[in-house]
């Protein structure tokens, strides 16, 4: 096993310890960061994004249905406009596609102007559209719409790129990263922290709990209870091959319900196009399981949305896990006798809002916090472009051949992914830097390739050992 | 090795036995060939497949496939075409002009004519939609032979295969190779899709068979430790450390796609006629990107043939891309290759195939009238073929196939 830097780190007193490496944890790291504190990121699993932030929908959303007047709202705003500001700075893509809300039925139409002034209020811009208008934006729809709505700043982005961008600006400016550090505990004396991890202790003036789908576990350690209740909902998707996504110019939305945003059709970052997700209520914080029926029934909603799609091939399926809560709102909760806050139930738009929390959390924690100094002249770093937006390595002189022919991933790029101060400590980790092993032939030409080139560098080897 | 070619009369994408084949005959013609294969080696699928039998038809023996791969590959050379490995075909434009990419980046490259030979994949996991955990340990029969056969690398012990064509026993014998006994092997339809004596393989290696069974669920968190099948008897977990999903190949369309050339839905491959010539006819395409999948032998005459003909259009011999005959597959026909026929030579066949067992007439009409016949009692993925020389010289317009179902 690699050596960590938190035992180099253990014995030293850090301003602010983040419970929890997901989107939001990352936003974090790098806010408190560029703030001036001293910032330690603990981790649990044996990579990043090993939580909720590792399967999403991608969309970077402006709020336009977000209840008027809340929390979310506004860290969805902040969030959104503040990804906006920096994104070409750290080399993230953002594709502006915009949102189409489409209203099939009679029922459906009936509820566009509500939620036109609900996005109005929430200060987002939409243009109401006719069938007609609706047809001529997006002639791959089935037949049957009524009418619709575009909200212009919808947008899609990296889920990956961007939270790994935020960490390492974090960690370039000073920031320490613990991976497979999970928190077990911890005691509130002296005005400080004292946290347990299965690597040692460590000290902190501030905790910050953003465990996701774990938030209320560790609130119950650290505090002894819990302002909230993790409820998992899961959300399964399906993925189509790359000729698909000139079907869909803009994200495809349903009229929202009260449970749900319903089953999006959308491209993404990679050139692909999505469709799903579901919302299913589980016990289960670790799972999400795939259901072949489910998806054989996304397959045939997204049919009915895109008819076009039946003669497309499926490439990749997954789940994800909504931290969901018994409320629909953030429960974001300060303990101020305690220098503690839960940043918890960041439900299903934490990818847009991160930046935006992370503001928030940071004017929260001003008070107990000491003299910190914002950063002079950060360190801006990029990260490498996995999008179609930009150019990629594979076009690029000296990239030593192509490994995973499928999504064009070069052998250069997945050297880089597996070095460096985030370097991808698993399979999973390391498809997410690169995009390998995840296109159509799904490890056909590449398997066996990778597992030379990964052999001893990762917690789990792809080829396990046999005795 | 020099540089990248900027131009060959023929640039071959693809260096499997398809495409070294027709860059053998197109040097005969003394014609500039490069062949352009991503793999770090050319050979094409055979390199995995580490049994027999590969190369009766073109060499008079009985050969493992690496051993064939590698003949194939010295035979090209020797012949004089330009093989280069590593390097990546990106996209097709007309002209006929490529764009590639390898260690010095994207470029492209023009030719005279290009020939398409990018083989087949099978279809993934999720291309299956199948339900359960993400674990380590789920492979297609191509990947468990990439690491088995080039790497040494055994990834399970207790396997569950799915699938019963061809390839599905491949993976038998890979298996077998590497000294892991599948614990068994599930086929969804009621019979197996491949013929007697493949089909005899599991019992002969003791290796359970469940027909009418398929994975409802795959079970485990790091690595495969179960798979949910439903079959005749109802739902149970069969305990096993991985999975190898077997078949149900597509051609490797992926550049096609996105092109200007026209796609078959039945085949999944380019539309083609009788000498391989895609609707843009400065591009032909030969072997397994034609339908899913056939022998190497037969893809290597397939190439062989798409390389003459390249040779002869370039001389001027072959007849002119149209008008055509356009071949229309009827209710309960799978695919037909080629999708229409040009004016000039009837050698050759129809390759038909079926989208469930049929049994009864397989019959091509002209215009109402019946043309050829024949007997078929078969099954989905396995070769039926109908003469050209069928079809009436100087015939436009459709032709149909059509089964008569017995009774
Ligand atoms: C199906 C679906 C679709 C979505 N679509 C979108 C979208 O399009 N746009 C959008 O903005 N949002 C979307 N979201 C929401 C977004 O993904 C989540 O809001 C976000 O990922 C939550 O991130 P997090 O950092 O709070 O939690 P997590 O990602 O779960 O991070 C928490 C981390 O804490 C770690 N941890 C837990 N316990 C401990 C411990 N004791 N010690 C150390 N570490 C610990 C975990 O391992 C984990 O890595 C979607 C979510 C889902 C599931
Ligand atoms: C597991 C398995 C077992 C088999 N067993 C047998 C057997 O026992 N006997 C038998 O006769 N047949 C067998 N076959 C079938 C036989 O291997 C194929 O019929 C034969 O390889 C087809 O040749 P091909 O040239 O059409 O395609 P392939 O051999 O698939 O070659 C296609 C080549 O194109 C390359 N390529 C694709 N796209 C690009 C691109 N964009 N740029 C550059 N290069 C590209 C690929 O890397 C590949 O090397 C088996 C097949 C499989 C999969």
Same mark, same amino acid.
């Given at each position: 096993m690699a050596p960590t830097i938190c035992v180099e780190a253990s014995g030293r007193a850090f301003d602010v310890a983040i419970i929890g490496a997901g989107v939001v944890g990352c936003a974090l790291a790098r806010r408190f960061t560029l703030d001036g504190a001293r910032v330690v990121i603990l981790e649990k699993a044996a990579d990043v994004l090993d939580g909720a932030s590792k399967a999403n929908s991608a969309i970077l959303h402006t709020g336009f249905d977000a209840p008027v007047g809340t929390l979310e709202a506004d860290c969805i705003a902040a969030g959104h406009a503040e990804y906006r500001e920096i994104h070409a700075r750290l080399g993230l893509p953002l594709i502006e596609t915009g949102a189409l809300v489409i209203a099939w039925t009679e029922a459906e139409e009936a509820r566009l102007p509500a939620l036109m002034e609900a996005a109005r209020q929430n200060g987002v811009p939409v243009a109401p559209l006719t069938a007609a208008e609706t047809y001529a934006l997006e002639p791959a729809l089935g037949p049957g719409v009524r009418a619709s709505f575009r909200v212009a700043a919808e947008s899609i982005i990296d889920p990956w790129s961007a939270p790994h961008a935020y960490l390492l600006q974090a960690f370039l400016n000073g920031a320490t990263l613990c991976r497979a550090t999970e928190v077990t505990g911890g005691t509130y004396e002296d005005g400080?922290?004292?946290?347990?991890?299965?690597?040692?202790?460590?000290?902190?003036?501030?905790?910050?709990?953003?465990?996701?789908?774990?938030?209320?576990?560790?609130?119950?350690?650290?505090?002894?209870?819990?302002?909230?209740?993790?409820?998992?909902?899961?959300?399964?998707?399906?993925?189509?091959?790359?000729?698909?996504?000139?079907?869909?110019? !803009?994200?495809?939305?349903?009229?929202?319900?009260?449970?749900?945003?319903?089953?999006?059709?959308?491209?993404?970052?990679?050139?692909?196009?999505?469709?799903?997700?579901?919302?299913?209520?589980?016990?289960?914080?670790?799972?999400?399981?795939?259901?072949?029926?489910?998806? !054989?029934?996304?397959r045939q909603k997204a049919e009915t949305i895109l008819p076009a799609l039946a003669g497309h091939e499926v490439n990749a399926v997954y789940a994800g896990l909504r931290p969901a809560t018994e409320e629909k709102n953030y429960r974001i909760n300060r303990v101020a006798d305690r220098a503690y806050v839960s940043v918890g139930g960041i439900r299903s738009t934490g990818l847009s809002a991160a930046l935006g929390l992370a503001q928030h959390v940071a004017e929260l924690v001003r008070p107990f916090a000491p003299q910190m100094v914002p950063l002079a002249d950060p360190v801006w770093p990029t990260v490498p472009n996995i999008s179609e937006s930009a150019p990629r390595d594979y076009e690029a002189p000296g990239n030593c051949g192509i490994v995973c022919h499928c999504e064009l991933v070069t052998r250069r790029e997945v050297e880089a992914a597996l070095s460096g101060p985030l370097a991808a400590q698993s399979v999973a980790g390391l498809k997410r830097r690169t995009r390998v092993l995840m296109g159509r032939c799904q490890g056909f030409y590449c398997s066996a390739e990778l597992a030379r080139i990964t052999e001893g560098r990762l917690s789990e080897p792809m080829v396990p050992p046999h005795g | 090795m020099g540089k990248l070619p900027d131009h060959a009369d023929l640039v071959i994408v693809g260096g499997g036995p398809a495409g070294l084949a027709a860059a053998i005959e197109a040097r005969k013609a003394g014609l500039s060939v490069a062949v352009l294969e991503r793999e770090p080696t050319a050979g094409g699928i055979p390199r995995h497949c580490n049994h027999p039998p590969y190369g009766v038809r073109e060499f008079g023996r009985l050969m493992k496939g690496p051993t064939y791969a590698r003949r194939l590959v010295a035979e090209a050379a020797a012949a004089g075409a330009d093989i280069r490995t590593g390097v990546t075909v990106l996209a097709l434009h007309s002209g006929p002009r490529l764009t590639v990419t390898d260690n010095c980046g994207a470029r492209d490259i023009t030719a005279r004519r290009v020939l398409l030979a990018t083989g087949v994949r099978e279809t993934s996991r999720a291309g299956r939609l199948l339900g359960g955990t993400k674990p380590g340990g789920i492979l297609n029969t191509g990947a468990l032979q990439g690491l088995v056969t080039l790497d040494g690398l055994v990834p399970f012990q207790r396997p569950v295969i799915l699938g019963t064509e061809l390839v599905s026993f491949s993976a038998i014998l890979t298996l077998r190779h590497a000294g892991v006994r599948p614990v068994a092997m599930l086929e969804p339809a009621s019979t197996p899709t491949a013929r007697w004596p493949s089909?005899?393989?599991?019992?002969?290696?003791?290796?359970?068979?469940?027909?009418?069974?398929?994975?409802?669920?795959?079970?485990?968190?790091?690595?495969?430790?179960?798979?949910?099948?439903?079959?005749?008897?109802?739902?149970?977990?069969?305990?096993?450390?991985?999975?190898?999903?077997?078949?149900?190949?597509?051609?490797?369309?992926?550049?096609?796609?996105?092109?200007h050339l026209a796609l078959d839905a039945g085949s999944g491959g380019p539309v083609v006629d009788q000498y391989g010539r895609c609707s843009d006819p400065d591009y032909f395409a030969a072997g397994n990107v034609l339908r899913p999948v056939e022998t190497a032998g037969w893809s290597f005459r397939e190439g062989a043939a798409a390389g003459r003909a390249v040779a002869a259009d370039l001389a001027g011999d072959l007849p002119a891309a149209a008008p055509f005959l356009t071949i229309a597959a009827g209710e309960g026909i799978k695919l037909a290759v080629p999708q229409r026929i040009a004016p000039g030579a009837r050698g050759g066949a129809l390759q038909v195939r079926v989208d469930r067992p049929l049994r009864g007439r397989l019959v091509l009409s002209l215009a109402g009238k019946a043309v050829a016949s024949q007997r078929i009692d078969t099954r989905p993925e396995r070769r039926l073929s109908v003469p050209l020389s069928a079809i009436p010289q100087g015939a436009t317009g459709t032709a149909t196939l059509t089964v008569e179902e017995a009774a």
């Amino acid at each position: 096993m690699a050596p960590t830097i938190c035992v180099e780190a253990s014995g030293r007193a850090f301003d602010v310890a983040i419970i929890g490496a997901g989107v939001v944890g990352c936003a974090l790291a790098r806010r408190f960061t560029l703030d001036g504190a001293r910032v330690v990121i603990l981790e649990k699993a044996a990579d990043v994004l090993d939580g909720a932030s590792k399967a999403n929908s991608a969309i970077l959303h402006t709020g336009f249905d977000a209840p008027v007047g809340t929390l979310e709202a506004d860290c969805i705003a902040a969030g959104h406009a503040e990804y906006r500001e920096i994104h070409a700075r750290l080399g993230l893509p953002l594709i502006e596609t915009g949102a189409l809300v489409i209203a099939w039925t009679e029922a459906e139409e009936a509820r566009l102007p509500a939620l036109m002034e609900a996005a109005r209020q929430n200060g987002v811009p939409v243009a109401p559209l006719t069938a007609a208008e609706t047809y001529a934006l997006e002639p791959a729809l089935g037949p049957g719409v009524r009418a619709s709505f575009r909200v212009a700043a919808e947008s899609i982005i990296d889920p990956w790129s961007a939270p790994h961008a935020y960490l390492l600006q974090a960690f370039l400016n000073g920031a320490t990263l613990c991976r497979a550090t999970e928190v077990t505990g911890g005691t509130y004396e002296d005005g400080g922290w004292t946290l347990a991890t299965r690597r040692g202790d460590l000290r902190a003036s501030v905790v910050i709990n953003a465990a996701g789908l774990y938030g209320d576990l560790v609130d119950r350690q650290l505090l002894g209870e819990a302002s909230f209740q993790i409820r998992p909902r899961k959300g399964q998707f399906v993925v189509y091959d790359k000729p698909a996504a000139s079907l869909a110019a !803009h994200i495809l939305l349903p009229v929202p319900t009260e449970t749900t945003k319903g089953v999006v059709v959308c491209q993404t970052a990679w050139g692909n196009l999505l469709v799903g997700p579901t919302a299913e209520e589980q016990d289960d914080r670790a799972n999400a399981p795939l259901d072949g029926a489910v998806l !054989h029934g996304l397959r045939q909603k997204a049919e009915t949305i895109l008819p076009a799609l039946a003669g497309h091939e499926v490439n990749a399926v997954y789940a994800g896990l909504r931290p969901a809560t018994e409320e629909k709102n953030y429960r974001i909760n300060r303990v101020a006798d305690r220098a503690y806050v839960s940043v918890g139930g960041i439900r299903s738009t934490g990818l847009s809002a991160a930046l935006g929390l992370a503001q928030h959390v940071a004017e929260l924690v001003r008070p107990f916090a000491p003299q910190m100094v914002p950063l002079a002249d950060p360190v801006w770093p990029t990260v490498p472009n996995i999008s179609e937006s930009a150019p990629r390595d594979y076009e690029a002189p000296g990239n030593c051949g192509i490994v995973c022919h499928c999504e064009l991933v070069t052998r250069r790029e997945v050297e880089a992914a597996l070095s460096g101060p985030l370097a991808a400590q698993s399979v999973a980790g390391l498809k997410r830097r690169t995009r390998v092993l995840m296109g159509r032939c799904q490890g056909f030409y590449c398997s066996a390739e990778l597992a030379r080139i990964t052999e001893g560098r990762l917690s789990e080897p792809m080829v396990p050992p046999h005795g | 090795m020099g540089k990248l070619p900027d131009h060959a009369d023929l640039v071959i994408v693809g260096g499997g036995p398809a495409g070294l084949a027709a860059a053998i005959e197109a040097r005969k013609a003394g014609l500039s060939v490069a062949v352009l294969e991503r793999e770090p080696t050319a050979g094409g699928i055979p390199r995995h497949c580490n049994h027999p039998p590969y190369g009766v038809r073109e060499f008079g023996r009985l050969m493992k496939g690496p051993t064939y791969a590698r003949r194939l590959v010295a035979e090209a050379a020797a012949a004089g075409a330009d093989i280069r490995t590593g390097v990546t075909v990106l996209a097709l434009h007309s002209g006929p002009r490529l764009t590639v990419t390898d260690n010095c980046g994207a470029r492209d490259i023009t030719a005279r004519r290009v020939l398409l030979a990018t083989g087949v994949r099978e279809t993934s996991r999720a291309g299956r939609l199948l339900g359960g955990t993400k674990p380590g340990g789920i492979l297609n029969t191509g990947a468990l032979q990439g690491l088995v056969t080039l790497d040494g690398l055994v990834p399970f012990q207790r396997p569950v295969i799915l699938g019963t064509e061809l390839v599905s026993f491949s993976a038998i014998l890979t298996l077998r190779h590497a000294g892991v006994r599948p614990v068994a092997m599930l086929e969804p339809a009621s019979t197996p899709t491949a013929r007697w004596p493949s089909a005899m393989l599991p019992r002969l290696l003791r290796i359970p068979l469940h027909l009418g069974t398929d994975i409802v669920a795959i079970e485990g968190e790091q690595r495969v430790t179960g798979v949910r099948v439903r079959g005749p008897g109802g739902e149970r977990t069969i305990p096993a450390d991985g999975v190898v999903l077997t078949g149900r190949f597509r051609p490797e369309t992926a550049l096609m796609k996105p092109s200007h050339l026209a796609l078959d839905a039945g085949s999944g491959g380019p539309v083609v006629d009788q000498y391989g010539r895609c609707s843009d006819p400065d591009y032909f395409a030969a072997g397994n990107v034609l339908r899913p999948v056939e022998t190497a032998g037969w893809s290597f005459r397939e190439g062989a043939a798409a390389g003459r003909a390249v040779a002869a259009d370039l001389a001027g011999d072959l007849p002119a891309a149209a008008p055509f005959l356009t071949i229309a597959a009827g209710e309960g026909i799978k695919l037909a290759v080629p999708q229409r026929i040009a004016p000039g030579a009837r050698g050759g066949a129809l390759q038909v195939r079926v989208d469930r067992p049929l049994r009864g007439r397989l019959v091509l009409s002209l215009a109402g009238k019946a043309v050829a016949s024949q007997r078929i009692d078969t099954r989905p993925e396995r070769r039926l073929s109908v003469p050209l020389s069928a079809i009436p010289q100087g015939a436009t317009g459709t032709a149909t196939l059509t089964v008569e179902e017995a009774a």
